[in-house]
């Protein structure tokens, strides 16, 4: 009688100690949420947050040290937070803020800095998507530092780099410069018409270093 109480007895604990894990869980993963929604509205979706027991331990660089103090700000006065360990970093500052794409036969290179390690996340999956596999982007860093709108000017240099069969795309001052060749007779048109890049308020277009593509076939007989 006595072994099946205890039996029971540890049944039971067991069962309570693993709910209470259960319950833990659930209510990190709800907490997570509640604070990365609350980031993502004050525009600091590049914040990263793990959750262990309530403590959130936070991962990231920011662009200021305001946007760092106020991305820890959020995140302990979110309520149900016990504690908060703090992994953010700021990110060092660049002058001049410039961004490149080379588009070559070998392949398309990406280079420069972009204001967030989420924006260089983002700029290379579109790359990625642009032109497939392999395009390296070993050479993109995260600054502060940036103008405004210069992740937008980033996407639209991806674009513009898809019109070429080889020249380059860059951004620097405001200015989304394009040069190289055009990748056919559409994409000349497109680009020497001005009409096809499509910039952010603020950025200004260049598109006059830029090449119809060579004339295929032979040439045109004459008459004797």
């Not at 205890?6 to 604070?35: F, M, P, Q, Y």
């Not at 920011?62 to 760092?68: K, P, Y």
């Not at 060749?181 to 009409?195: K, N, P, Q, V």
Request: aromatic share 4%.
């Amino acid at each position: 009688m006595f072994r099946w109480v205890a039996a029971a007895i540890v049944t039971i604990v067991i069962l309570v100690v693993v709910g209470s894990v259960g319950n833990r869980a659930e209510t990190d993963v709800e907490l997570g949420a509640r604070v990365s929604d609350r980031l993502a509205a004050e525009g600091l979706d590049w914040v990263r947050t793990e959750v262990t027991g309530r403590k959130v331990s936070v991962i990231g660089a920011a662009s200021t040290e305001t946007d760092r103090d106020k991305a820890l700000t959020i995140v302990r006065s979110t309520p149900g937070v016990a504690g908060v360990i703090n992994n953010l970093d700021v990110l060092p500052s660049a002058d001049p803020f410039t961004f490149t794409i080379e588009v070559a036969q070998a392949g398309v290179t990406a280079s420069g800095v972009l204001p967030s390690s989420k924006a260089v996340d983002e700029i290379g999956s579109e790359l990625t998507a642009a032109f497939g596999a392999g395009v390296d982007t070993g050479g993109l860093k995260a600054a502060s530092g940036a103008p405004a709108r210069f992740r937008l000017a980033a996407s639209t240099a991806v674009s513009a780099a898809q019109l070429l069969s080889s020249g380059s795309v860059s951004i620097e001052e405001m200015e989304i410069r394009i040069a190289g060749t055009a990748r056919d007779e559409a994409a000349y048109e497109a680009l020497s018409g001005g009409g096809a890049v499509s910039a952010p308020d603020g950025y200004q277009v260049v598109t006059d270093s830029v090449s119809a593509p060579a004339a295929k076939g032979g040439s045109e007989g004459t008459d004797g």
